[in-house]
């Protein structure tokens, strides 16, 4: 079930908040934590959260009362379809499969709705074909 | 039975019957092996992949006053010019010396393949006979004179099946490896690919007239690492086998089968596409073309062992590899092709065309490579040993 992805960033204080718990028992959307770091400056989260839309907004209205710093986040991957060769280097390094080589034609797809933006393929890709958009997180 | 001559006439009136090889076995799977000896002249192959051992040799003309090169430079890229005056090799994986992540000889061959201007400079000695000492300029494929790759080892006859069991990503040649055998690569074209269509190179050899890069090319010699002593599964090899070196003009090649490649932490590659026609002179080849997926093995190499004696970890059928998923002791593991398999059909296809249309005649070889052939290591030696 995939629903809108976030991009949380936490002060240090707030680090030990209990935030998908609460967002899942009192607001009642699905959360799923994409990706998550901590350091000393406090810690950023990526996830998806699904869910009736009402309810979703409920939700990052409460991330935003906590004093969360709450982004939509934009950023995808961009493919070049000239330089792409359609090898399929990045179907098997992506984490969420958001690649696909169709059987059929035996082009690559890639589905921007599974696509967390993580970056893993555009190292990976041998026709430099991949790089991540500079939209980044919008609020 | 059929022979060279034969075929070509065939060719010339527009009656040779030409099939892909992913299309002369569906017909071989429905109508027998034997009607494909008798119906089909050619079946026409096709790869599309990583070919580092590549290069092209350009001779740039004469300045005024002349210069023996001695160092030369294509868009940063060092060229070997260790040759006569204004002669110099590009070699494809040589990087860029101001923009070594991404930039290299594959992408000055590309460069110049697609028509660009690219940037020469050059320095020498000076001699009494070529007293300039450097020279910089823009040259292109309009301006130089000879321009043709000559690639020691390309079309690999299979190779191996990359993972890593090691607890890091590995940046190899083979592309990127996630730890824990978290994906695995192959870069065969399969049932496409050349010299697993002809396994004993029963008609490729010197002087095969091929696809080369969109243009038309030739097997000039056994390509290096040239190998028969590999093990074999339903008569073809399972390991990297024979090879072939090629040569062709760059001009008349497109930058859609000749493409620069960054390997991240390995280097520069060039993506080169190969197809060969294969005529069915008899049953035994007829035999070859028809093989399928289910039949063609290779081993699975964990290179996280970095050595040249890597153990193989299990064999698997490139119809498995397709599938999108291979076992490893036990665990589902994703795989991903570091060869293009749409571009290695569309290979296939425009060769088959070429033939079709009369544009592309086969060429007996002019000579046949080894049979048997082993593969020697480099060990370090003493003057008196080696």
Redesign the interface.
Known sequence: MAGKKYHLAFTPELVNEPITFTLAREHDVVVNILRAEVTEHGGTLIMDIAGDDAKIDAAVAFLRSKGIDVRGLERTVVRDLDRC?????????CPVKAYR?D?G???VQLDRHRCIACGLCV??C???ALRMDDVGPRA | MRTYEEINSRIESGDAVVMTAEEVKAFAAEHGVEKVEREVDVVTTGT???MCSSGAFVNFGHSEPPIKMAKVWLNDVPSYAGLAAVDAYIGATELSESAPC?YGGAHVIEDLVGGKAVHLRASAAGTDCYPRKDIDTYISLRTVNQAYLYNPRNAYQNYAVATNSSDRVL?TYM??L?PHN????FSSAGQLSPLLNDPQLLTIGMGTKIFLGGGIGYVSWEGTQYKTNVPVRNGLPVGAARTLAVMGDLRGMSPEYV?G????GYGC?L?LGIGIPIPILNGEIAKAVSVTEDQIFAQVLDYSVQSRARKPIREVSYQEL?S?TIDIGGKEV??????????A?KIAKELKEWIEKGQFDLVRPAGEFPAERSQKALEVLSCEEA
């Open positions: 060769t359609d090898c399929s280097m990045c179907v098997s390094v080589l059987r034609t035996w082009e190292d990976a041998p026709a430099a | 599309f992949g990583a991404g940046y592309g990127k996630l978290g994906n695995a690569t493409r490649l960054y390997f991240t590659s993506g397709r999108g994703r795989t991903s092709s570091l060869s293009s398999y749409r571009k059909l």
